[in-house]
């Protein structure tokens, strides 16, 4: 947290909301992954799930720094 804090020069508020953000996002993928397993079948949401997550990581290249 320092090295983004410090080097990055993100601010403490705006990262707490990154992180906040990303809990409840957890929580909300941790209650949809029983319905996604019964509907889709369990290999078939692992798959989509590392689709999404696949997907997510190609946009990391994007971001840019708080400034």
């Given at each position: 947290m320092l090295f983004v804090v410090n080097e990055?020069?993100?601010?403490p508020g705006p990262l707490g909301v990154i992180f906040a953000v990303g809990?409840?996002?957890s929580f909300v993928g941790a209650l949809l992954a029983r319905r996604a397993a019964e509907t889709l079948g369990l290999v078939r949401s692992m798959v989509a799930g590392l689709a999404v997550a696949g997907v997510g990581l190609m946009l990391v290249p994007m971001a840019h720094g708080s400034g």
């Open positions: 990055h020069g993100f601010k809990g409840i996002s």
